[in-house]
Structures are given as structure tokens and as C-alpha cells.
């Protein structure tokens, strides 16, 4: 688990999405009324939204140099699937791809593409990345000046590494 803060703006739904599986404990937050509250998911939403998830850490983990952590959907295939609209501010004429209707009750897949976009925008889409630690995992932003963090934590995972690394010699 990451002592980072969090990715920002519409980033910090991608991360927190990633982030509702532990894989070292197997505990998943979409299995709790809670935890599928926090992402206006239905029961019988859950499944598509584990998907995205691992969908997501592949990229993720791409990010940060590594190979995936298993097969998983396309996420390209996945988002292409989101209806999004371009919405323009009537104020300052600014342009974004958002979820058509009211943001707070659109599809997870909608909210998740229009954050991607949004970042890609940004330039921050790169930076959101996945721990190398296999047992892991976790999503965190990579605010390291050259951007090239590997883990979610160093005194936790980048520790782990680094001894597992010095005991080998």
C-alpha cells in the first residue's frame, strides 16, 4: 500500500479503482456494498468493473517498464466502448471529453475513459503507474522528477527490493 498521495485530478478515480484489490491479501473492496458504492456500481456491474481494473493495471504496469500480470482485455478495446461528448464551458469556451449526462451518474467506463482522456491531455497519463513488487501492484502516481519511480512505497515495497537485491549478492 502506497504512502504516496494521490494521483490528481480525474486521475485519482483511475487510481482508486486499481487500488480496490489488495493482491498480496486477495481483499476487494467491490465486494462490500461500500466499496461499490464509492464507484455507483450495481452487483451486477462488478464484474465489468474488475475488468477495467485489471485492464487498467496492465497499462499501469506498462508504464512503470513492466510486463503485464496477466492476460487481461485490451483497455483500448474497453474504452472505445465509453460513450464520451465533448463538453464545452460556456464561460471560457474550454473543451473536455466527458460522460454524457451528469458526471456523477455515468458508467464507470465512461468516467474511467473521460479520466484517460483528460490526463493524455494533461500530460499525466504516464505518470500514473503500478508497483513492481509482484505481490503488489498497487497504482500510485509517480511524482519523481526524471519519472521514474518502480515502486508505491520505498520504505515498503522499494525496501523489499532493494534487500532482496543486497542478499543476493
Known amino acids: 500500500m502506497s504512502d504516496r498521495s494521490a494521483a490528481p485530478g480525474a486521475l485519482a478515480l483511475v487510481e482508486s479503482l486499481v487500488n480496490t484489490l489488495d493482491v498480496a491479501s486477495g481483499a476487494d473492496a467491490l465486494d462490500t456494498a461500500q466499496g461499490r458504492e464509492r464507484f455507483g456500481l450495481a452487483e451486477d456491474e462488478v464484474e465489468q468493473a474488475r475488468t477495467l481494473r485489471e485492464s487498467l493495471r496492465a497499462a499501469l504496469l506498462a508504464h512503470a517498464g513492466h510486463p503485464p500480470h496477466r492476460a487481461v482485455t485490451p483497455l483500448g478495446d474497453l474504452l472505445a466502448a465509453a460513450p464520451l461528448v465533448v463538453a464545452v464551458d460556456e464561460h ?3 473543451a473536455r471529453l466527458a ?3 451528469p458526471a456523477d451518474g455515468a458508467p464507470l467506463l465512461s468516467r474511467t475513459a473521460a479520466a484517460v482522456a483528460q490526463a493524455l491531455v494533461d500530460g499525466t497519463w504516464t505518470r500514473l503507474k503500478a508497483c513492481e513488487a509482484a505481490t503488489c501492484h498497487w497504482a500510485y502516481y509517480d511524482r519523481s522528477p526524471a ?3 518502480r515502486w508505491c512505497s520505498m520504505q515498503v515495497c ?3 527490493a532493494k534487500m532482496r537485491r ?3 549478492k
Request: positive net charge.
Open 92 to 94: 471560457d469556451g474550454s
Open 99 to 101: 460522460p454524457p449526462g
Open 147 to 149: 519519472g521514474r519511480g
Open 158 to 160: 522499494g525496501a523489499r
Open 166 to 168: 543486497y542478499r543476493a
